[in-house]
């Protein structure tokens, strides 16, 4: 019972190197997320995509781009790579309950991605 | 002002204490309301859901929602050192289906 799997665990990267996290998910579900966590700073969105090839910006998606070719897999790319991009990584997946309304209300989440840049 | 306000902690009670977290929001179009709980090095994993006001109660846990106020409340009947972790509330509107965090509480409960 994978979920939401997300490589690697860890990475160190320094300033102006590029990097792709991965993010798969077995459970069908249509809608993936990217959040970034910064200490007591809470999830900010970086990308979002609603199916397979169709994404959208979140509240913070500079500096990042994103690619959703199948319903399992959600990559995240760091073109050049910068301090700032230091933090916590989350990828999470969801599938509505109420498809009319397009309601959302449970995410599942991976075990993130520490990245920090040096 | 921030759409989710939640105070960061963190939070130290004792074993068997109530506990009680809380939000406040400011946009009167959110309908659902979630509680998260993330423990160190962990994802956030759902714990509570709520529509619209009212009451929740599931286990030892009770959420509350007064749309009145925008305030939501999560209990911790009998709190335990194994409930040690950090707690987000989330919220997404009728329609929305991208939920907008807050920044969590950290709660520690020592034996």
């Known amino acids: 019972n994978a979920g939401v799997t997300q490589t690697p665990k860890f990475r160190i990267l320094k300033i102006g190197q590029s990097m792709t996290l991965q993010c798969t998910q077995d459970?069908?579900?249509?809608?993936m997320y990217w959040y970034r966590q910064d200490p007591g700073m809470g999830l900010k969105l970086i990308y979002y995509?609603?199916?397979?090839?169709?994404?959208d910006k979140g509240e913070v998606p500079n500096g990042y781009n994103v690619s959703r070719s199948t319903t399992e897999d959600f990559p995240l790319r760091l073109e050049l790579a910068a301090p700032s991009q230091t933090s916590v990584y989350f990828c999470?997946?969801?599938?509505?309950?109420?498809?009319?309304?397009?309601?959302?209300?449970?995410?599942?989440f991976g075990s993130g991605t520490q990245l920090s840049v040096l | 002002q921030k759409e989710v306000e939640q105070d960061p902690g963190p939070l130290s009670v004792p074993e068997g204490a109530i506990v009680s977290l809380n939000c406040t929001y400011s946009?009167?179009?959110?309908?659902?309301f979630m509680w998260y709980r993330q423990y160190s090095r962990k994802g956030p994993e759902l714990l509570m859901y709520?529509?619209?006001?009212g009451n929740k109660e599931d286990g030892r846990f009770t959420a509350q929602v007064d749309k009145s106020s925008k305030y939501i409340s999560l209990f911790i009947r009998d709190s335990q050192p194994s409930d040690s972790a950090t707690y987000l509330c989330?919220?997404?509107?009728?329609?929305?289906?991208?939920?907008?965090f807050g920044r969590g509480t950290s709660l520690i409960v020592h034996p």
């Open positions: 999470a997946s969801s599938s509505p309950r109420d498809r009319a309304s397009a309601t959302n209300e449970k995410l599942f």
């Open positions: 459970m069908n579900h249509n809608y």
């Open positions: 995509s609603v199916g397979a090839g169709i994404t």
């Open positions: 946009n009167s179009a959110f309908q659902y």
């Open positions: 709520t529509y619209s006001s």
């Open positions: 989330a919220m997404s509107a009728g329609g929305s289906y991208i939920p907008t």
